[in-house]
């Protein structure tokens, strides 16, 4: 059940930030899904899927990727798009220091370039190293760079915090971040 889920979970994330046309779907300018249009598409794709199994998905997501409206006819991922929407975040003021997780392979274009959100929309960021870590694991050999990002918000750089308490923000100049041991 655990791979049937995982499964699931990974092609809703395809269709809900990357393409949603994946399931044969359209997603509003805020992200939004409809739900009954979601399990559709998914089934005419060949996947077996109800709304409980949805609504498991949902729930039990230890990332918390996506979030119902509240009579649950709506669903969206809360971040992560590489489609252009709003999913209405609103700025706020960052902790000092944040974290992001990387792969050593990835370190020297880091370092001349930023950190840039490549295929996303935003940078993500975390509050813990923890975090950070298994970020950097999905990708090879993790390192963590820690991020000034009070510096970076008195200095005129938004950012947003998701629903699922990912820190987001458009690009990290290398002098906003270094690498630290774990």
Same mark, same amino acid.
């Given at each position: !059940?655990?791979?049937r /889920?995982d499964?699931?979970?990974?092609?809703?994330?395809?269709v809900?930030?990357?393409?949603?046309?994946?399931?044969?779907?359209?997603l509003d300018?805020h992200?939004?899904?409809?739900v009954e249009k979601?399990?559709?598409?998914?089934?005419?794709?060949g996947?077996? %899927?109800? !709304?409980?199994? @949805?609504? #498991?998905?949902?729930?039990t997501? #230890?990332k918390?990727?996506? &979030?119902?409206?509240?009579?649950?006819t709506?669903?969206r991922?809360?971040?992560g798009?590489? %489609?252009s929407v709003?999913v209405? @975040?609103k700025?706020?003021?960052?902790?000092? +220091?944040?974290?992001h997780?990387?792969a +050593?392979?990835f370190?020297? &274009?880091?370092? /001349?370039?930023g950190?840039r959100?490549? &295929?996303r929309?935003?940078?993500?960021?975390?509050k813990?190293?923890?975090?950070?870590?298994? +970020?950097?694991?999905?990708h090879? /050999?993790p390192?963590?760079?820690k991020?000034?990002?009070?510096v970076?918000?008195?200095g005129?750089?938004?950012?947003?915090?998701?629903?699922?308490?990912?820190? @987001?923000?458009? /690009? +990290?100049?290398p002098?906003y971040? #270094?690498q630290i041991?774990?």
């Open positions: !059940m655990k791979n /889920k499964s699931m979970s990974k092609f809703i994330s395809l809900l930030r990357h393409h949603p046309d994946a399931a044969y779907i359209q300018e992200g939004w899904a409809d979601l399990l559709a598409g998914i089934k005419k794709t996947r077996k %899927i109800n !709304m409980e199994f @949805l609504d #498991e998905i949902v729930r997501d #230890e918390q990727r996506y &979030s119902f409206n509240e009579d649950k709506l669903i991922a809360n971040q798009h590489s %489609i709003d209405g @975040l700025e706020q003021e960052p902790p000092e +220091v944040l974290y997780g990387t +050593v392979g370190y020297q &274009s880091i370092q /001349k370039q950190i959100p490549m &295929s929309l935003y940078v993500h960021l975390s813990d190293i923890e975090t950070a870590v298994n +970020v950097g694991k999905r090879g /050999k390192i963590i760079l991020v000034h990002s009070g970076m918000y008195e005129g750089i938004s950012f947003y915090l998701s629903e699922n308490g990912v820190w @987001l923000t458009k /690009k +990290v100049e002098k971040f #270094e041991k774990i």
